[in-house]
């Protein structure tokens, strides 16, 4: 079994998951609060968060999670160094023409109301989706957050996560996270191997990290983009996070 997340999709399994949840009234932190103990998250704590995402989670033990997590973060990291020595010092869109991937930038998904922020469709086309981004962009000149940011543009980290999963899809036989599998069962010469789902999604956000040389990890977008049309999803996504930390 072989499965691809991306932006699009996790953010939807993450808001779907969330919105009937909430019932009760609740005063939500300002964003600026949000932000500031989400930068402070580990990676270790995020990959923690992704794992709960993964369909066959519950086939890990807790060390195991943290060792794949491990492993994943820095396939995420290998890859963009490899990357950024290959082309040096320049920008994410210029990487991104150098690989040869077609960057488009319609307004929004076309049909459904679905939220879509960025999305990769093989073989080399990444999707960026200007609503999300003009409202972050609105957003933080508002709040004044663009020190929380490291004044990177929010478009750039999601280009940058979209890119990984092309290089991915071009080297997927030899990395990390296309070639850790699960045995699911055997019998006699029959076998079933599962990719890790989370996987990808964590060397993605260690890639865009790593690439853009940030001071935190790129899941902070997982609350930040909600909340820009939904926050209470975004402050339950907030509390998930917090309480792994507290917790673990």
């Not at 999670?65 to 995420?76: F, M, P, R, S, T």
């Not at 488009?104 to 093989?122: E, H, K, L, S, T």
């Not at 790129?218 to 998930?240: C, N």
Request: hydrophobic letters at 40%.
């Amino acid at each position: 079994m072989k499965y691809k997340d991306n932006f699009a999709q996790r953010f939807m399994n993450s808001f779907m998951g969330k919105r009937e949840e909430i019932k009760e009234e609740v005063k939500i932190p300002h964003i600026r609060k949000i932000l500031k103990d989400l930068i402070n998250v580990s990676d270790d704590k995020w990959g923690l968060y992704a794992f709960r995402r993964e369909p066959l989670k519950g086939k890990f033990s807790e060390d195991k999670k943290l060792e794949l997590i491990e492993k994943a973060n820095e396939c995420g990291r290998k890859y963009a160094k490899k990357i950024r020595k290959e082309n040096g010092d320049i920008t994410v869109y210029e990487i991104a023409k150098n690989l040869g991937v077609e960057v488009d930038y319609p307004q929004r998904p076309n049909g459904g109301g679905n939220i879509i922020f960025a999305q990769f469709v093989n073989p080399n086309k990444v999707t960026v989706f200007k609503d999300s981004v003009n409202k972050a962009f609105d957003l933080i000149e508002k709040e004044n957050l663009e020190d929380l940011f490291n004044n990177v543009n929010i478009e750039e980290i999601l280009l940058a996560h979209e890119i990984f999963h092309y290089i991915e899809e071009n080297n997927g036989k030899n990395m990390f996270t296309q070639t850790e599998t699960i045995r699911l069962w055997k019998l006699g010469n029959f076998k079933n191997d599962s990719n890790i789902v989370c996987l990808s999604e964590i060397a993605g956000m260690a890639f865009a990290k790593e690439l853009l040389n940030l001071k935190y990890s790129p899941y902070i977008l997982d609350s930040f983009l909600v909340y820009l049309y939904y926050p209470k999803v975004a402050y339950d996504l907030y509390r998930e996070i917090m309480d792994i930390v507290r917790l673990s």
